[in-house]
């Protein structure tokens, strides 16, 4: 059975890409292979670029895809990430999945290096951040949307085929949208931190974009729905208070200007989980970071460099209230399923899961370099956080009631009816006839294995019972998503070194 499932992934994956994945399930010393995992991670990313694919694509089923995007405003829209299963570029997924890419190059990038991926993770965050940096047309434009949910989910194509409508939406200071501007700015100024060492003009390119970004969002208050009204049944947004407080965030440590303290200083906020719509959590990680370990310019609270009081001190006591309750020792702890995987919600659950990993990993590194415990009633030493986030990455790579990984590609068993359009449908380069709008339902209904591994993909993962329904149909459980993976990356590189 195991030499049957090499076989078709072989003939799935590619032969350019299988050198640099699993086709089993590795143990070693008794743990997940983290490093395979990452390695899959990464190429999940390939998987799901839109535009003129590089030479070195490793994803080999995938053609070249939206080459037009962007023409009806007379802007290069094309390049960037189709966010999930269909072939729409949501902007304000895109912005927190390289704002995500970026901080584990940022958090980890050692980790990453010594593994032989460093290169690979910053090919992930330059490929987005190009997108965002074209993107941003304007000081006070930028394109948010290219392409329309409707239409799009209402056909089943490969990218490579797709023809519903590719119009493109844009915020501006008459029409704003001060959330999904807060966040482009946040991934770009982490994206300048990521390659900060690596290409200083671009780094700086990346940087100016993100101040201009700050400054639009700030000037200009509105959630973007209310301008682009399409993207609301898709991503809407809950506000953008998280956005600003996490690009002010961004741009502090990117430049130790006194404008972006201030703003910190000035705002606060707080919530149960960590997302793609609200970052406070984030930003709560982040300022401790910054004004802990990264910046000697920074007035440090847990060196007592920085009053322990007003909204900085709020901002770190709401990052320990958050993280009390992820170790089940707060006062409303995060409901643990009977197989052990943190739950939040019944639609991509593994996206607040990857995400909460992730801070829990990054901010055991920031407590173990401050010689720092967290108190939830008693000590936790940063050891206790890893544990949590190495638990959650174990589940999701098979240690859970169904001894199934839910990132696809990786493992024994895992998902093989993902709901993604790509995977889904025959490959452009094994048959190039067109695969119509409706015509493509014919493999939608299916009940057989997608013929294309889109490895390293993360489903949405399974209920509060811990079951999961391996069907096309099930896009709550069984859709991936770049906001999903992304955080992931951090966490298996963190995990790789241990």
Excluded at 84 to 107: H, I, R, Y
Excluded at 113 to 140: I, K, N, P, S, T
Excluded at 391 to 410: E, F, T
């Amino acid at each position: 059975m195991e030499m049957r499932r090499a076989a078709r992934l072989l003939a799935a994956v590619g032969l350019a890409a299988l050198c640099c994945i699993a086709i089993s399930s590795r143990v070693v010393d008794g743990k997940p292979d983290y490093r395979d995992a990452l390695a899959s991670s990464l190429l999940y990313f390939e998987g799901q670029r839109s535009g003129k694919l590089p030479a070195d694509q490793r994803v080999t089923w995938r053609g070249d895809s939206a080459l037009h995007d962007g023409e009806d405003h007379g802007v290069d829209l094309t390049g960037g990430y189709y966010d999930s299963g269909d072939n729409v570029k949501f902007g304000l997924p895109m912005a927190f999945t390289v704002t995500m890419l970026a901080w584990s190059v940022v958090e980890f990038e050692r980790h990453l290096d010594a593994v032989g991926e460093l290169r690979h993770a910053l090919a992930a965050v330059r490929w987005g951040a190009d997108y965002l940096a074209r993107a941003h047309a304007g000081d006070e434009v930028l394109y948010v949307q290219v392409g329309e949910g409707a239409s799009d989910h209402a056909c089943w194509q490969r990218p490579e085929d797709m023809d519903t409508p590719r119009a493109s939406f844009a915020v501006d200071a008459a029409r704003p949208g001060s959330d999904v501007a807060g966040e482009t700015a946040a991934a770009l100024a982490a994206a300048a931190l990521a390659f900060r060492h690596v290409d200083a003009a671009y780094a700086n390119e990346l940087l100016a974009h993100a101040e201009k970004l700050f400054s639009f969002a700030t000037n200009h208050r509105g959630l973007y729905q209310n301008s682009v009204p399409c993207v609301a049944a898709f991503y809407g947004s809950s506000g953008d208070e998280d956005e600003l407080l996490w690009a002010a965030a961004w741009l502090y440590i990117a430049t130790g200007a006194e404008v972006y303290k201030s703003y910190i200083c000035q705002h606060s906020g707080s919530a149960q989980s960590f997302s793609w719509d609200n970052k406070f959590v984030g930003a709560q990680t982040l300022i401790a970071k910054a004004i802990v370990i990264v910046l000697i310019r920074a007035q440090l609270i847990l060196e007592g460099k920085l009053p322990n009081e007003g909204h900085a001190a709020e901002m770190r006591s709401n990052l320990d209230e958050f993280l009390c309750d992820l170790m089940q020792r707060g006062t409303g702890n995060v409901k643990l399923t009977a197989g052990g995987m943190l739950w939040w919600q019944a639609w991509n659950n593994l996206q607040a899961v990857t995400s909460a990993s992730f801070v829990l990993a990054a901010h055991a590194d920031h407590l173990a370099a401050a010689g720092a415990t967290l108190r939830c009633g008693g000590e936790l030493a940063p050891s206790d956080l890893v544990a949590v986030a190495r638990s959650q990455a174990d589940y999701i790579l098979g240690a859970n009631p169904r001894k199934m990984s839910y990132m696809v590609g990786h493992g024994a068993a895992f998902p093989e009816e993902v709901h993604h359009r790509g995977a889904s449908l025959p490959s452009i380069k094994s048959c190039p006839e067109k695969i119509t709008c409706k015509g493509g339902f014919e493999y939608f209904n299916k009940n057989s294995p997608n013929p294309n591994v889109i490895v390293g993909a993360i489903v949405g993962g399974p209920d509060e019972s811990d079951q999961y329904n391996d069907s096309r149909e099930n896009y709550q459980q069984g859709e991936p998503s770049t906001v999903t993976v992304a955080p992931m990356v951090g966490v298996l590189a963190r995990l790789s070194q241990d």
